[in-house]
Structures are given as structure tokens and as C-alpha cells.
């Protein structure tokens, strides 16, 4: 349960949202792209990215100097989406969670 609390309190600011919208959309971003589209310096830019990382929302890789990340599917698709899933699902049948 703990992994599934630091997923959702990784999904729970906006920014990071911003930020796994951008990579959901593009596939894989470099560092740079995402300070440039939100307007935020390097140290804020790689503080969310380490929220998400520790949350194992995504992955990266170096190449060079830049820093690339994508998302981590398999963990997003068995933590908070299969969790909601699972919880949509028992409230239809009116079922307690």
C-alpha cells in the first residue's frame, strides 16, 4: 500500500501532471524540453522528476549531458490505474471498497 500512496502523492501535484501528460503525449523528453515548456529552472525541473522516479512513475537514461525520460507503463498500469479500475468497478456494483 505504501507504493500505491507515494503514486498517487506523485500524481497529486499539478506540475508533475503537466510533466506525465508531456511524456505520455511525446513518448520520451529530454530534460531541457520540459524546463522549457514549463518555465521552470533545473533544480524545481529535477525535483519533480526525482518525485515521479521514487514513485516509479518513469524511467531515464543518459545520453551525453541530457537526461531523458519516458513512462514507466507497467508500474502505472498495475498501481493507481488498476487500483482505480478495481474501485470504479466495486462502486458500480455497489459493493464497499
Given at each position: ?19 506525465m ?16 515548456a514549463?518555465d521552470?529552472?533545473q ?42 479500475c ?6 458500480a ?5
Amino acid at each position: 500500500m505504501d507504493e500505491l500512496s507515494e503514486m498517487f502523492k506523485a500524481l497529486g501535484d499539478p506540475t508533475r501532471l503537466r510533466i506525465m501528460r508531456m511524456l505520455a503525449e511525446s513518448g520520451e523528453i529530454c530534460v531541457c524540453k520540459i524546463q522549457e515548456a514549463l518555465d521552470m529552472g533545473q533544480s524545481a525541473v529535477s525535483h519533480h522528476m526525482a518525485a515521479l522516479r521514487h514513485a516509479g512513475l518513469v524511467f531515464h537514461r543518459r545520453e551525453g549531458q541530457r537526461i531523458y525520460y519516458r513512462i514507466n507503463r507497467e508500474t502505472l498500469e498495475s498501481g493507481p490505474v488498476a487500483f482505480l479500475c478495481d474501485l470504479a468497478e466495486r462502486l458500480a456494483k455497489g459493493e464497499a471498497a
